[in-house]
């Protein structure tokens, strides 16, 4: 990933943090989730720096993962706090003064769509959210072997939350190491739907 991609993902982490006066975002998938909605939806050059994929509760970007483990730990602008049985994820002061000067230059309408998705989206279950997801971006739910009973509800929200989403859990891995964990969990996800 270059300079300029790490930039421009930076900023659009900032944006979704920052909108609603930083109000939490409950767990990882739903983070990953709710950017990728703002990349594909109306900011192409974030859809291509971050290079999402069809993967085990795709859609995916490492490069997202990435930049969010480089904000968190090294940077320490954004912090997860285990709380009601999830992990927050917020900006620190040091990341709001940061994030307020990196998010300088996107337009007020651009802000406005930002925090309806996030409002939306908070009030949606993990299940539903991934749902209509899967319904309209179906080329990245390919790889989610559960994808279609997500879509005929036949999946619990508990059983979406069996990758401990901690707040170390977003880290950096290879490509080939992440792709086995991912594989692990969608292992045990399928034997919770068949039992």
């Known amino acids: 990933m270059s300079t300029k991609e790490a930039a421009i993902i930076d900023k659009w982490i900032y944006a979704l943090l920052l909108s609603n006066n930083n109000e939490p975002i409950k767990g990882r998938i739903r983070f990953t989730k709710?950017?990728?909605l703002i990349a594909i939806e109306h900011v192409p050059e974030l859809l291509?720096?971050?290079q999402f994929f069809a993967h085990h509760f795709g859609p995916y970007s490492t490069r997202f993962a990435e930049r969010?483990?480089?904000l968190k730990k090294s940077q320490q602008h954004i912090t997860a706090i285990y709380k009601n049985g999830d992990w927050e994820y917020t900006l620190t002061p040091l990341g709001l003064e940061v994030a307020n000067r990196q998010t300088e230059g996107i337009g007020i309408e651009l802000q406005k769509t930002i925090s309806n998705i996030k409002s939306r989206n908070?009030?949606?279950s993990l299940k539903e959210l991934l749902k209509e997801i899967y319904l309209h971006y179906s080329k990245y739910?390919?790889?989610a072997p559960?994808?279609?009973d997500v879509i005929l509800e036949k999946v619990k929200l508990s059983d979406l939350q069996?990758?401990?989403d901690g707040p170390d859990a977003v880290v950096y891995?290879?490509?080939d190491e992440e792709i086995s964990l991912k594989g692990k969990a969608a292992e045990n996800l399928l034997k919770i739907l068949s039992e």
């Open 34 to 36: 709710e950017f990728f």
């Open 48 to 50: 291509e720096a971050s």
């Open 173 to 175: 891995v290879p490509p």
């Open 162 to 164: 069996i990758i401990n």
């Open 122 to 124: 908070k009030k949606l």
């Open 146 to 148: 559960f994808h279609e």
């Open 141 to 143: 739910a390919e790889r």
């Open 68 to 70: 969010v483990n480089q």
